[in-house]
Every structure is written in C-alpha cells, then in structure tokens.
C-alpha cells in the first residue's frame, strides 16, 4: 500500500472505530518517535531493534499521522511492540490517544512555515502534552535546546547527546527568551536565567554510543552515510534500552539497514546509476551537504505543492557554496528559484526539464538526487516505472 492509499485505508478505520489506535496498541509497547528532521530513519531504527526481542509493528512508508498510524497496525496485526514516527503538529493527540511507553524527541527547526507553527511554538505544544507524565519515558536530545526545554517537564526522561548540526533556530532561550550561548560542541546555555544543557545518559562518539551511567561503549555498525544517521542510531539505542533491552542487542539490529523508505537508495534510472538522498529544509540540507563528496554529480529538484509547503524561502538558509566545484543541475516546478538561488551562492549549474535530461547531461559517474519530499515521491515513482 502506498502512502496515499494508506491514509485513505487508515481514515476508513477510524471513521468506523475511532477508538482503532488506542483497541490496537493495547498489547503492545509502543514507541512514538518525533522531531523535524530525522523521524523516519529512527523509526527504522527503533524496529529494527526491537526486531530483535519480538514483533513490531511499524509505519514503515512514513504515513506518520493518525491514519497512517491505523493503517499500518491494521496491516501488522498482534504485535509485541509498536514503533511510529509522528508528525510534530500530532504528537500530543497521538500521545493521548495511544499511551506509548517511550517518547523519542530527535529535534526541532523551520520547516514548511506556511502550514506549520514556528518551533518555538511546536516545543511548548510537546512540553505541556508531556509535562506531569510519570508513566512515560521521553528519551529526547538535549543538545537541542528546544528538544530540552519541551522534555524537562517530564516525569522520567533520558537525555541523549546526539549532536545539533542546525542550531540557527535557537538563538534565543525557549524559557526566557535571553540569549543563548554554546562554548562548545553540543553545549548551551541561557545566560539571562541558567537554562543549561543537562548531563547526558547516553553520549554519541564518533562511531559509537557511550551510557554515561555505566561507562559501557557500545559500536555502531551502520550502512547509512552521514553523521547525522550515528545520531539516529544513538536515540534508536536509548529507546530500545529504555524499554529494557540490551544495548548491544539493539545495535547489532541496525546493522542491517541499506535504505529507509527509498532515502539513501543506490539503484539505476534511464541508464544512470543514481542515489536519492531527501531534503526539505535548512537543517535537512546541512546534514546533506556533509554526505556529499567533493566530486559529486548533483541533481537538485525543488518542488513547491501542498505537502512541500508553497513557500521556498528556505533555500536562501542554505550554504550552498559548498556545492562549489561539483557538477550541479536543478529541475523541479521550483528549479528556477534554485538556479537563482546558486548563482548568487556563486555555484555552477545547469537547468534541465526532467530526471530523464539530468540522467543524459551530468557527467560520467553517480548522480545523487536530492530532493524536497513530492520531487523524492515523484522520483520513487519514475524508478518503479522505468
């Protein structure tokens, strides 16, 4: 089922039940996992390591609002356990409705301003849904301080130091509104009211995760690019652990990880072999750019329908003279804004009408894609049908 056809399937459901989630998730432990950037992929993570200690069922097409939700536990049947990405906007009804035993909160950043509230105002959304909730666990990324001041209030959170590569959307303290400070690598702190980034129980090393409590590293084995994918994997370990599994259980289930929903995907297109990487926002496209090699063939496509958010402005967030010296193109109902965007970034590219023409005119090698969500759907869809 695609990801259209799950909400429709799912919307069904819960017309004719609307108490389907809470009736489903009753024999299971479930795990809600929620943030801006990053919420498929740990997801991933998380059922793959719960793989290892039972059945889990899971939103794998990352249809991650409540009808997605119903459709995918419709699908899987009993299960031992539940992992679900979750829209941010719908993280307190689904925490409402579903009692989750774990609460992963990976990060919080701009990202399709039309449609979607500010961070600031996402992060006090979560704190009063989470505030006074001894039964639940938050395991939540204190390097970002939105993500700390939203979980604070909880009654039992794990504090996990996974890194905060996009830190331009918390300038400002989320309690007082003063100035931030950051001395150091994942350190912060407000210097009007002493809102201070806590010590972590589990720590991000370079390739694996330390708990602070016991002292025990724990390597992560990935086949995921990018820095941005150990941090992932450090939340999907913590969450596990959360639930009582072993560590090194958890980590040994993420080895096996290739693609997540077609992102990172290595395959051919029109007689080109291509890798399609997503990004929909600033922090997406930051964590991005550090996968990319220095010789890469890229293709940018930039689409602006509904589920893109219609304002691109973003793009103008992006350093994208990193992208200096390699071979760019852009196509996408927005490839216009991005060529502009480019030259003024003082970077090469070259306009093209199509996947197709971008797969005929890039230079000899790899293309890697990258694109904003409908453009990386409407890619999926071209490589199924070609």
Known sequence: ??????????????????AAL???????????????????????FVAEALRQAGTVASNATGANMPAGLATALAQAGRADYAAFEVDERYLPELCEQLAPGVVVLLNLSRDQLDRNPEAALLARTWRRALRGRPARVVVANCDDPLVYWAACGSGRVVWVSAGAGWPHDSWSCPACGGPLTRPAARHWSCRACGLARPAPDWELKERSVVSTRTGESYELRLRLPGQVNYANAAMAVAAAAALGLSPPDAARGLAGVRSVAGRYQVTDLHGRRIRLLLAKNPASWTEVLDILPASANVLIVLNARELDGQDTSWIWDVDFRRLAGMAVLVTGARRLDVALRLDVAGVRCEVVSSLREACERAPYGRLDIVANYTAFLDALKEIRLA
Do not use: C, Q, Y
């Not at 259209?4 to 609307?18: E, N």
């Open 22 to 44: 809470r009736v489903l998730t009753a024999p299971s432990d479930v795990v809600l996992v929620s943030g801006t950037n990053g919420k498929t992929t740990t997801t991933r």
């Open 1 to 18: 089922i695609g990801e259209r056809d799950s909400t429709i399937a799912g919307r069904t459901i819960l017309r004719l039940a609307p």
